[in-house]
């Protein structure tokens, strides 16, 4: 992959160039001469032209090519859109407050492919249900299958979701180290920061007091993963704040688990009524009980995704450190088969 170029012989403005670059993760090709330029003008995904040297670059004669900006530190030069024409650049950011624009920029540059990873979101219809032991064992199944996969455990106060991959000792970030991101950040900076297992990536919590996640930083980190992921599997809590709202408003679907008994079919009703005022896509995966599965799906108000399979001494397993069994298991073949018909919606 080439280098965004940046061309300019402003120190200042080369500095807060680096810095910017440096805050999308992104490492630039720097020219600071017109003539320097040249063999880097055409592959290159996007050209930074700095104001001061626009003039020398347009009497180069360069070859038009897309994505080239004009950045300046000056506000309101009348000669700065001459100058935009006279380099083939689609734009002009004065800085500093373009700054964050530029950032998008940058990073947009070096991920043009963007995956548009699919979000599905996981949600117990009562505390206990289920959906963590789900969502975990559909993002393991879909990153053994090789799809490239982040798991982002949404609820403070569910004990950490690498507790249940039995991996709660790994190196790598968690919520409260990147709780005041926001803006863009590259997948790929994300991934080096989380704790990472072959195609998957984590995102769970530390031990000890907890914190709602700001909104700003469940965009930042879904705008990475939907770039760099083939699928992004959110486990929500029960409550819906700012940042599960996000989440339920990009899931292609979201999953509710239902325990196909009195009480379990009751309280999915109420969750489902809650979640209806953030998402429209809902299906219940159920839980077997002293209710029929169809009919504890329609008593909740939800299309069946299917009865997920009992697993025998779950709790011991993952007690052991040891994450649910899938492969050829019943559980993994739900999971497997779960996800094929979630393809479709993607």
Known sequence: MHRPLAITDDRELLDDLLRIAAAAGVELEIARAAAQARPHWGRAPLVVVGDDLADDLAATGPP?????????????????????????????????????????????AVEPLARAGTVVCVVGGRGGAGATVLATSLALTASRAGSRTLLVDADPLGGGIDVVLGQEEAVGARWPDIVGREGRVSFAALQGALPTFGELTVLSWHRGQPGPIP??????????????????????????????????????????VVRADLRGVLAAAQTVAMLRRHTGELRGVLRAGTVEPDVAAGSAGLPSAGVVPEVRALVETLDRGDPPPLGRTPLGRFCSELLASLADLS
């Open 64 to 108: 038009a090519r897309p994505n080239v900006v004009i950045v300046t530190r000056t506000t309101g030069d009348p000669e700065m859109w001459r100058r935009c024409v006279a380099v083939g650049a689609r734009g002009v950011l004065e800085l500093p407050r373009a700054e964050r624009l530029l950032v998008e920029e940058l990073g947009d």
């Open 215 to 256: 909104l700003e930083a469940m965009r930042a980190v879904l705008d990475a993963a939907q770039r760099g992921c083939d699928l992004v599997v959110v486990d929500l809590p029960r409550h819906v704040g700012e940042a599960a709202a996000e989440a339920l408003a990009r899931a292609a679907t979201t999953l509710v």
